[in-house]
Nanobody, 118 residues
Framework: QVQLVESGGGLVQAGGSLRLSCVASGTIFSFNSMGWHRQAPGKQLELVAEFTSGGSTNYADSVKGRFTISRDNTKNTVTLQMSSLKPEDTAVYYC????????????WGQGTQVTVSS
């Protein structure tokens, strides 16, 4: 069983920065994908950034060049550094751990609110 705990959300002005962190308890393997999704009010859940099970990174086009994801396998953590934030980045951000080859690997954090004011 894996539990994910996020931290670092909050209220920031447009153009500002925030850093989200997620710590996973339990056993995480290097083949697990780890990343961040978000859901804005009235919108679908979308991928923000992730480390794939193959170790590469994926970013949503809307955050490329502004967000940076990092991962520390020794500490079971994944971090999202968000810069040049825009009001449209406002959402609940969720940490996710998965493994596409096995649907049983599908863990989500409780979510952390990010609000960007204009």
């Amino acid at each position: 069983q894996v539990q994910l705990v996020e931290s670092g959300g909050g209220l920031v002005q447009a153009g500002g920065s925030l850093r989200l962190s997620c710590v996973a308890s339990g056993t995480i393997f290097s083949f697990n994908s780890m990343g961040w999704h978000r859901q804005a009010p009235g919108k679908q859940l979308e991928l923000v950034a992730e480390f794939t099970s193959g170790g590469s990174t994926n970013y949503a086009d809307s955050v490329k060049g502004r967000f940076t994801i990092s991962r520390d396998n020794t500490k079971n953590t994944v971090t999202l550094q968000m810069s040049s934030l825009k009001p449209e980045d406002t959402a609940v951000y969720y940490c996710h751990v998965g493994f596409p080859a096995d649907p049983a690997w599908d863990y989500w954090g409780q979510g952390t609110q990010v609000t960007v004011s204009s």
